[in-house]
């Protein structure tokens, strides 16, 4: 079955920095458009980058310039490279893989606290 592990997580103090790693298993990885949401306390899950089979990627807003996702497909696994860091970035953070056959898939997620 598909499984998604990400992991990188933890506490760091604002401006610091955090690269997210997610794994992915029975899934054809290189055929996937992988994401990365996030999720508050309190509020939604949102889209906070995404990278395509092809290496197109795109961000919200708000982690343009901070945040970088990247794939290697070799390895079955997606990053975020997050720098410059903001409490209001504080979340859990979720892998999402989109394949046209396999569907849509989660991790279980991880938490990225930002506080000094």
């Known amino acids: 079955q598909v499984q998604l592990v990400e992991s990188g997580g933890g506490l760091v103090q604002p401006g610091g920095s955090l690269r997210l790693s997610c794994a992915a298993s029975?899934?054809?990885?290189?055929?996937?458009?992988m994401s990365w949401y996030r999720q508050a306390p309190g509020k939604e899950r949102d889209l906070v980058a995404a990278?395509?089979?092809?290496?197109?990627?795109r961000y919200t807003d708000s982690v343009k310039g901070r945040f970088t996702i990247s794939r290697d497909n070799a390895k079955n696994t997606v990053y975020l490279q997050m720098n410059s860091l903001k409490s209001e970035d504080t979340a859990v953070y979720y892998c999402?893989?989109?394949?046209?056959?396999?569907?849509?898939?989660w991790g279980q997620g991880t938490q990225v606290t930002v506080s000094s």
């Open positions: 029975g899934i054809i990885f290189s055929d996937n458009t």
């Open positions: 990278i395509t089979s092809g290496g197109s990627t």
């Open positions: 999402k893989a989109l394949g046209l056959y396999s569907g849509v898939s």
